[in-house]
């Protein structure tokens, strides 16, 4: 009979312990003296054995089930629960033992052992000494990002700006350490980075008198730092040049031409950087184009000659620190790039090396390529490397380097949001399903090949990492907004065939008269998107040529060349974004405008959305839609259902477009004309209009304008000529005044 709280609290001590069972192998130990223990006993690996839950009544009867349940879900899953708390105690003991101070300690006692200057180490005594009274006592594996952030906000609001960022780097320093030393697993300061105010650089003022030049020229003779900034201090009162110019001075001795430059730092990523303009001219006359060589190779070596310059060499100890953690890296690293130089044909590298810290280095990483099912020990002391190995490993570290990313945007923008709901879309998957959510933010993935990225806050309650390719291939968005993402698809067209067979019917060659000629149930409007299609391609490619009659000369392998033209499309163009709402979600359900959410409210097939995340979000502003919609006569609930006006989207949109057109017109002093379908739009192109509802074109003549919806190829022809048909929510647009000017439907 399973215990009760009465039986327990009745049961008596005898001369003897003995058993009271509760169930599942439960039960209280009674002790002459009184005492009531709670019992399980189990077998594991065919051995019995006994796991102690507590004392009662400072653990209760419900208490110690829910403590045998779990016993019994570990023992179903192959552990020893016994084990398993024996472990956990030690990790807990491990981590009180692992405060940020006394990791910080060690790593500071190994500065002392590795010899920096007693200056440097006074100024990281006395920032970890303030970081310590809110850090020092708490496990460094279980420090947020906001307590880190507490403490460095007490040293901003004395106004010691330069200190907390200081500061800040410090404790990163600590946290990497912690990580190199097994104590860590990421560093939080890291997360922190512009968090800070950036402190205002003061510029002292200059010396003019001689008795401050005096001073400045002793202090620079008693200098006692790295031999190569004692040169630099000398030189520079000889040559009254900034720092900055001295360092580019040595790329103008390499280049041999005088250098104009300009350099400005930018924080619009996750990483801070600088860029640097350079114009010069050659022995010529003409501009200098410097050699890829030296762009890849050259200026490295003088960035690398410039950072000793400032930090002194890397001593040998912090270049086997880093090799050292580059053994468990899931990603691909120095060592790899050795394995894979030393390799033979058949893939097999040796173990062993003559140098023993190296022969470690590759037994270490050796050993984690083979765990990572990358490498395959065939004995001997020999790997067999896995095909494609390395490029493995490069993707492994761009995924972890998108995950720290995703994290780091998500924290900025105050989103909670689990490891299990990011994802990464991948445009080149078998059908892959469109994403609809807010843009989180946007950053560059690849400033050298000038990828862009997207975070999206997904309706599916899901968080989507987005390569978007090169950066003009999506315009701007704002954080907010809403919007739809779907793959392009890398496949010929059916106007690409349209053209070839055009083509071939009249001797290679394609016009909209041989078009028309070829199908006379084809308008000109159609045509004209087939010669879009052709400029795209010769913009891009080069593989068409047009003549001079506009004619266009196409060869038999036209089809192959399209091909070809949106492999190399999809590559800088990999998605295609299609804004829903440029104004964010908490202005959705109050607005007097046709929104995203009426058009999902009467939609057939609405997108389903997800009770979490961003979806949950949804939900809860279409409810409240719903209800302004009621309010405002444009719904009315019947039967528990909700019946929506006919025409309530199109209402909403005008009352939205003659409130702002009629704002416009006296901004414009301009009469406005709204366009009917069917009707002629013509005029100077001025700009474009961002409404709820959606966005438009002004065009403008003499005395009136009109606003039409708006096409993103517009934005390339303000104070333009354009022309169009009106055809309710879209216009077939025609840019320019002459016939041979491409139609944009």
Do not use: C
Request: proline fraction near 4%.
């Amino acid at each position: 009979m399973p215990l009760t709280a009465i039986s327990i609290k009745n049961a008596k001590p005898r001369a003897k312990p003995y058993k009271i069972a509760d169930a599942a192998a439960l039960y209280l130990l009674v002790k002459p003296n009184g005492a009531k223990l709670w019992r399980m006993n189990y077998v594991y690996l065919t051995k019995h054995k006994t796991l102690a839950f507590g004392v009662w009544p400072e653990v209760s009867l419900a208490q110690a089930r829910v403590k045998r349940d779990e016993a019994r879900n570990l023992i179903a899953a192959g552990l020893d629960p016994a084990e398993e708390a024996r472990l956990a105690r030690l990790r807990a003991i491990e981590q009180s033992e692992n405060t940020f101070k006394a990791v910080a300690e060690e790593w500071f006692t190994k500065n002392e052992r590795e010899g920096k200057a007693s200056v440097t180490l006074r100024k990281i005594r006395w920032l970890l000494d303030k970081a310590y009274p809110t850090l020092g006592h708490r496990p460094i594996a279980k420090i947020g990002a906001q307590e880190v952030l507490l403490v460095l906000r007490k040293v901003e609001a004395k106004g010691h700006y330069e200190s907390a960022r200081r500061m800040r780097s410090v404790i990163s320093r600590v946290f990497r350490y912690g990580i190199a030393t097994a104590r860590a697993e990421r560093d939080i300061a890291a997360d922190l980075r512009g968090a800070l105010i950036t402190p205002q650089v003061k510029h002292l003022a200059a010396i003019t008198t001689a008795e401050e030049a005096g001073t400045l020229l002793r202090a620079i003779e008693g200098y006692s730092g790295h031999a190569t900034t004692q040169f630099a201090l000398r030189l520079s009162p000889h040559l009254f040049v900034r720092p900055g110019e001295l360092r580019m001075a040595q790329m103008e001795e390499d280049l041999g031409t005088k250098l104009d430059w300009v350099a400005v730092d930018h924080f619009n990523t996750g990483h801070p950087h600088s860029h640097i303009m350079l114009r010069g001219v050659d022995d010529r006359g003409e501009n200098l184009v410097i050699a890829r060589e030296y762009i890849a190779h050259g200026m490295r070596e003088r960035a690398m000659e410039i950072a000793t310059l400032d930090l002194g060499p890397r001593t040998d100890l912090e270049i086997e620190e880093r090799l050292r953690h580059d053994i468990g890296e899931e990603r691909l690293t120095a060592i790899d790039r050795r394995l894979n130089r030393q390799m033979n044909e058949q893939r097999i590298v040796s173990a062993s090396d003559r140098d023993p810290f190296q022969q470690s280095l590759r037994a270490g990483r050796l050993q984690k390529l083979g765990k990572l099912g990358l490498a395959a020990d065939v004995g001997g002391g020999h790997w067999q490397l896995a095909d494609g190995f390395d490029e493995t490993l490069r993707r492994m570290g761009e995924r972890g380097d998108i995950t720290r990313t995703m994290q780091r945007e998500l924290t900025a923008a105050k989103l909670d949001r689990s490891a299990s709901d990011q994802a990464i879309f991948d445009p080149t998957a078998k059908d892959p399903r469109p994403i609809i959510g807010r843009v989180v933010t946007r950053g560059l993935a690849d400033e050298l090949h000038d990828r862009h990225f997207l975070i999206i806050d997904g309706v599916d309650g899901r968080t989507h990492y987005v390569g978007i390719g090169k950066g003009d291939a999506v315009e701007p968005l704002a954080e907010g907004s809403i919007v739809q993402i779907e793959a392009r698809a890398a496949k010929v067209r059916k106007s690409d065939r349209t053209i070839a067979e055009v083509a071939a019917a009249n001797g290679g060659r394609y016009s909209v008269d041989a078009h028309l000629k070829h199908d006379p149930s084809a308008s000109e409007e159609f045509a004209q998107t087939h010669v879009r299609r052709l400029e795209a391609m010769r913009r891009m490619m080069g593989s068409v040529e047009r003549e001079a009659d506009g004619s266009w000369q196409i060869d038999e392998n036209h089809l192959d060349k399209a091909a070809a033209y949106e492999a190399r499309r999809m590559r800088d163009r990999p998605v295609a974004v299609d804004m829903l709402s440029p104004v964010p979600l908490r202005d959705l359900p109050q607005a007097d405008a046709a929104t995203w959410l009426d058009r999902e409210l009467i939609a057939d097939k609405p997108v389903p959305v997800r009770d979490a995340g961003f979806g949950r979000e949804v939900k809860a502003a279409a409810t409240a839609r719903t209800q302004w919609l009621v309010e405002q006569g444009l719904a009315e609930e019947r039967d528990d259902q909700v019946i929506y006006r006919k025409g309530m989207v199109e209402t909403l949109r005008r009352r939205e477009l003659m409130r702002v057109a009629s704002k416009l017109s006296d901004e414009l002093e301009l009469r406005f004309v709204e366009a009917k379908a069917g009707e002629r739009i013509e005029g100077t192109f001025h700009k474009r209009v961002d409404m709820t509802s959606g966005r438009y074109a002004l065009v403008a003549k003499s005395k009136e304008f009109t606003l039409a919806p708006w096409k993103s190829v517009l934005g390339r022809h303000v104070g333009k000529t354009v022309s169009g048909i009106a055809r309710g929510d879209r216009t077939s647009w025609k840019l320019g005044r002459g016939r041979s000017e491409p139609t944009i439907s």
